[in-house]
């Protein structure tokens, strides 16, 4: 047998050591090779992982507000009360209005700012009991939809959108259409007070009777305090329940439980629990709030003007009827504020008029306390009824 020599040993474990190189290095070009593979792979699980992320964020923000438009679509037919009127006030305006019980004097009630008829629900049943008493939504409100842009009376470019001016004009027209018999008793809160305040001075033969409950003073913007307050805290405020309608989110935060009709407790149609839900549901109601409160500086600006132009007839009764405080929800000093504009009011527009305290009550007092309300109006029914029935 032939033996290796030491050279031979060498040379083969130099070529074994030469294989193994070669093995190890096609090994790395392989490792090598694959690994870009691994981070395409890892690269295409991110982008899915974004894309699903992406499209469940679409979802959440799209379908809220589609259900909720959906669901408007289908209320705003099944909601309207019963016995209500869609009248046609003309140039393309319809507004939604409501009368309940017989006779003559008709009253109306003009509601609160940013408020729909329905406001009125305990006052306008009680009163229906006695003579015909009429709400109504103005213009964007409840069931009155606004105007379109290519289809105006006019008087927008006199008074502008959302204020008193055009809303006195809105009021005029639908009593005309509804053929609604004069003279009225004319009942306003807050901006329905100023609403009344102005209808009464311009067509004063067609009221007979003023009532104005918790009239905002036409001053109250000069004070700087109550101007920030309006305009920094209660503006915004409106203006994010508008989005929060819009995106769908009221619906939810009512389904919840979180957000809740302004008029509930015993005794409340579930019809009205419903109707409420659908409004703060409803971003075009929301908007229309949110304009009468932006633009109710200028609503109380025509108001003092017009007084000072065409002062009231001494014919009309007036009577205001006022509680503790002005809103128990906001600070002390602003009540007082209103407090002592309001008696600057009546001491140099309305000397004459009826006051009436109503103790333990704020701006909500046509809803929460309506008993004052009631027994005023009830007392005013009865003597122009009783003074008819004379004649």
Known sequence: MRRRTDGQESTGDARTGKKADRQSAGSGEISQKHRPQHGAKNNSRC????????????LIVLIPPFLNYASLQREGQLLLPEGSEIIDVGLGQKMHLMCKGQGQ????????????????????????????????????LGFSKRVLLNESTGT??????????????????????????APIILVGSE????????????????????????????????????????????????????????????RILIILGFLK???????????????????????????????????????????????????????????????????????????????????????QTYPTAKLIHVEGADRRMIYMKPSVVNKHLWNLVSQRQSKRQSQ
Request: net charge negative; proline share 4%.
């Open 105 to 140: 004097p008709v009253v109306i009630l003009d509601a609160p700012t940013g408020m729909s008829s329905d406001i009125w629900f305990h006052v306008q049943d009680n009163i229906a009991l006695l003579t015909k008493v009429c709400t109504y939504d103005r213009t964007g």
């Open 191 to 250: 901006l329905g007070a100023l609403n009344a305040r102005f209808y009464t001075h311009i067509h004063d033969t067609q009221v007979s009777d003023l009532v104005l409950i918790d009239p905002i003073p036409e001053d109250v913007f000069d004070e700087d305090d109550w101007q920030k307050y309006w305009y920094s805290q209660l503006v915004p405020s409106l203006q994010a329940m508008q989005f929060s309608a819009a995106t769908g989110i009221s």
């Open 47 to 58: 982008w899915s992982t974004v894309m699903t992320v992406g499209k469940c964020i679409l």
């Open 261 to 347: 009709p302004t008029i509930r407790g015993e005794n409340i149609a579930e019809d009205l629990i419903q109707r409420q839900k659908y409004l703060l549901s409803n971003p075009a109601h929301q908007s229309s709030a949110v304009d009468e409160h932006f633009f109710l500086n200028e609503s109380a600006s025509q108001v003092r003007e017009i007084s000072k132009f065409k002062p009231l007839s001494s014919g009309t009764s007036v009577s205001v009827i006022i509680g503790d405080s002005f809103d128990e929800q906001i600070p002390a000093h602003l009540n007082q504020v209103v407090a002592q504009l309001q008696k600057k009011l009546l001491e």
């Open 156 to 181: 927008e470019k006199v008074w502008g959108m959302s204020t008193t001016g055009r809303m006195v004009d809105d009021l005029h027209r639908l009593i005309k259409s509804a053929g609604l018999a």
